[in-house]
């Protein structure tokens, strides 16, 4: 089974471009979680989607967005970047059946650079 | 994250010693508690996780503790290698977000 994919890897923007982040969960899980990691604030949640529906959001500004398709496959889009959104964005997918009670899988990551 | 509060930051032990990492949280409604180790440059992985209707649950060198009254857990490890080396983060849910701890640097020395 593959694991979860997302893409891109790396990526550099400029303060006050948008950036829009791919994941593709393992197949059959519903649901997928977002989470920047910085070396400062460690894992921080940003929402969760289930049947492309928003279950969970976490303490983000608006500029953080997401989205879920049918196929499950989720994005995230940050607008008006800031030097502060430099960091490893993880998406990790799950079963899913109840909020919060099943691992985790996570990809492998995208970091983005903020110039 | 503000809602779990993870100790100590760091932790240097020699080979062969045993490793305990202690986490608070503040939603007593929690009732989920995983614990997910991340080598250097790769993912985090889950490696044990406990519910709250039992207090402990061992797998091999590692297990995990709960105390729901004082509402903490704490993960062991004992007869550390090596390979053990890794961040080790704990999580708990919390009014429907789901808050990692801040992550405890473990370095076992050979």
């Known amino acids: 089974k593959a694991g979860v994919t ?21 197949s059959g899980h519903r649901s997928v979680s977002w989470y920047q990691q910085t ?22 500004p608006g500029r953080f967005s997401g989205r879920q398709f049918s196929n499950s496959r989720s994005e995230m889009n940050v607008s008006t970047l800031e030097l502060g959104d430099s960091a490893l964005y ?4 799950s079963l899913g059946q109840g909020t919060w009670d099943g691992e ?12 | 994250g503000e809602n779990v509060e993870q ?21 007593s409604a929690s009732n989920y508690f995983p614990w997910y180790k991340q080598e250097l440059g790769k993912r985090p992985q889950l490696i044990i996780d406990i519910r709250s209707n039992v207090g402990e649950k061992k ?28 961040v080790y983060f704990c999580a708990a849910p919390a009014r429907n977000k789901f808050y990692f701890g801040s992550g405890t640097k473990l370095n076992v020395k050979p």
């Open chain 1, 90 to 93: 993880l998406c990790a997918s």
């Open chain 2, 7 to 27: 100790h100590p930051s760091t932790l240097s032990v020699q080979e062969g010693d045993s490793a305990v990492i202690k986490c608070t949280y503040s939603d």
């Open chain 2, 59 to 86: 797998d091999q060198r590692i297990a995990v503790t709960l105390n729901k009254t004082a509402k903490h857990f704490s993960l062991h490890i004992t007869e550390t290698q090596p390979e053990d080396s890794a």
């Open chain 1, 104 to 115: 985790l899988f996570f990809g492998e990551g995208s970091r983005l650079t903020v110039l």
């Open chain 1, 39 to 60: 070396p400062g604030q460690g894992l921080q949640f940003l929402f969760e989607y289930f049947s492309e529906t928003q279950r969970n959001k976490g303490n983000f």
């Open chain 1, 6 to 26: 997302q893409t891109p890897r790396y990526l550099i923007k400029t303060r006050g471009q948008q950036v829009t982040l791919s994941c593709s969960p393992i």
